[in-house]
């Protein structure tokens, strides 16, 4: 029987949303009036390359088992869906409409994944070892994750690189480094099982016969998710630069000993609080898929930009960093200029 799925964040989230319809359930996409519109007259497109073929397929949801439709955040009613997916970046749910929704959904008690590279402060909740109240200095608006059961909230590594291209419209998702979701586990075992069955059947999901890249793996690790850690702090929040931002490629390949110390202190605060080798990728394979991403990272992108506000996993991670003792000076000198250049831009915009 298939699942209904609500997607709060139709960008990032259409690819998720992708694989759930590839695997027959129906999907929801929370998002603006205007985008709202167009998903629900054209649908959305995801463009993915298949193992084998040196160009993208484009994988229209038209063609796809499961039903997909469009609304905007004041008119979704959380009643009847089965499972929330939290796939928009951490200031976006301060809006009023989105705090409201989030509201609701925590009243509904549904289970939620999160796609945030920002873990929703419920989940740091379910970390014995985070002090999560020192931890909501590093959140736009902290406060948003109140009402939320820790018990019902799980996270989910945003691992698989896509963005909008910039010449398409707002339906259309191009995946530049096709790697897997990897989800730590639900508290109850009702909502675990849903959550695997989900994986098994994105496994079992075929488009002509082949086999689609990005998968859903559940971890029974808590920590699995924050592998993304060492790389978003030697990587992507090193692209935000006094000037133009940098590529993520160039960020961490222009002094590839530093970085390498980067992603060792990081590691070791995430072991600090309790994951295991074993939870973490190697940082030789992190450099290596480093090379092929080209672009900024979003968030410096969005810096570069003038934007007011920006997801702070670099804050987060010096924060508990110092609740056990280990800090690194470039990590504090990275959280500073962004300090920085994000009060320019408050600066300009007021």
């Given at each position: 029987?298939?699942?209904?799925?609500?997607?709060?964040?139709?960008?990032?989230?259409?690819?998720?949303?992708?694989?759930?319809?590839?695997?027959?359930?129906?999907?929801?996409?929370?998002?603006?009036?205007?985008?709202?519109?167009?998903?629900?007259?054209?649908?959305?497109?995801?463009?993915?390359?298949?193992?084998?073929?040196?160009?993208?397929?484009?994988?229209?949801?038209?063609?796809?088992?499961?039903?997909?439709?469009?609304?905007?955040?004041?008119?979704?009613?959380?009643?009847?869906?089965?499972?929330?997916?939290?796939?928009?970046?951490?200031?976006?749910?301060?809006?009023?409409?989105?705090?409201?929704?989030?509201?609701?959904?925590?009243?509904?008690?549904?289970?939620?994944?999160?796609?945030?590279?920002?873990?929703?402060?419920?989940?740091?909740?379910?970390?014995?070892?985070?002090?999560?109240?020192?931890?909501?200095?590093?959140?736009?608006?902290?406060?948003?994750?109140?009402?939320?059961?820790?018990?019902?909230?799980?996270?989910?590594?945003?691992?698989?690189?896509?963005?909008?291209?910039?010449?398409?419209?707002?339906?259309?998702?191009?995946?530049?480094?096709?790697?897997?979701?990897?989800?730590?586990?639900?508290?109850?075992?009702?909502?675990n099982a849903m959550l695997v069955t989900?994986?098994?059947?994105?496994?079992?999901?075929?488009?002509?016969?082949?086999?689609?890249?990005?998968?859903?793996?559940?971890?029974?690790?808590?920590?699995?998710?924050?592998?993304?850690?060492?790389?978003?702090?030697?990587?992507?929040?090193?692209?935000?630069?006094?000037?133009?931002?940098?590529?993520?490629?160039?960020?961490?390949?222009?002094?590839?000993?530093?970085?390498?110390?980067?992603?060792?202190?990081?590691?070791?605060?995430?072991?600090?609080?309790?994951?295991?080798?074993?939870?973490?990728?190697?940082?030789?394979?992190?450099?290596?898929?480093?090379?092929?991403?080209?672009?900024?990272?979003?968030?410096?992108?969005?810096?570069?930009?003038?934007?007011?506000?920006a997801e702070r996993v670099d804050r987060?991670?010096?924060?508990?960093?110092?609740?056990?003792?280990?800090?690194?000076?470039?990590?504090?000198?990275?959280?500073?200029?962004?300090?920085?250049?994000?009060?320019?831009?408050?600066?300009?915009?007021?």
């Amino acid at each position: 029987m298939p699942h209904r799925i609500l997607i709060l964040g139709a960008s990032y989230g259409s690819l998720f949303a992708t694989k759930c319809l590839m695997a027959g359930h129906d999907v929801t996409l929370v998002c603006r009036a205007a985008t709202s519109e167009l998903i629900n007259t054209r649908g959305t497109e995801v463009r993915i390359r298949l193992k084998g073929e040196d160009t993208h397929r484009a994988i229209r949801s038209a063609a796809l088992p499961g039903r997909l439709d469009a609304d905007v955040p004041e008119d979704v009613d959380p009643a009847g869906y089965d499972m929330v997916v939290l796939a928009m970046q951490e200031p976006q749910y301060l809006h009023h409409t989105i705090r409201m929704l989030l509201t609701r959904i925590a009243a509904a008690r549904l289970a939620c994944l999160s796609l945030m590279n920002m873990p929703p402060l419920a989940y740091l909740r379910r970390i014995a070892a985070i002090d999560a109240d020192v931890a909501e200095a590093a959140y736009s608006k902290a406060g948003v994750w109140d009402r939320f059961d820790p018990q019902l909230v799980t996270l989910c590594s945003p691992d698989p690189q896509a963005a909008r291209p910039a010449d398409e419209p707002a339906n259309v998702l191009r995946v530049n480094l096709p790697t897997n979701f990897k989800a730590a586990g639900f508290a109850a075992p009702v909502h675990n099982a849903m959550l695997v069955t989900l994986a098994d059947e994105i496994e079992a999901a075929r488009l002509d016969g082949l086999e689609v890249p990005v998968k859903l793996r559940v971890h029974q690790s808590l920590f699995v998710p924050f592998a993304k850690w060492a790389m978003l702090l030697t990587g992507n929040y090193r692209c935000v630069t006094a000037g133009a931002p940098i590529s993520i490629r160039d960020a961490v390949h222009a002094d590839i000993a530093l970085s390498r110390e980067i992603y060792a202190a990081v590691e070791s605060i995430v072991l600090r609080i309790g994951a295991q080798r074993d939870d973490l990728v190697a940082f030789d394979k992190y450099a290596a898929s480093a090379e092929r991403l080209t672009s900024p990272s979003s968030a410096a992108r969005a810096i570069a930009a003038g934007a007011p506000m920006a997801e702070r996993v670099d804050r987060l991670v010096q924060l508990i960093g110092r609740q056990h003792g280990i800090a690194h000076p470039a990590i504090d000198r990275a959280v500073a200029l962004l300090d920085a250049r994000i009060a320019g831009n408050l600066a300009r915009a007021a």
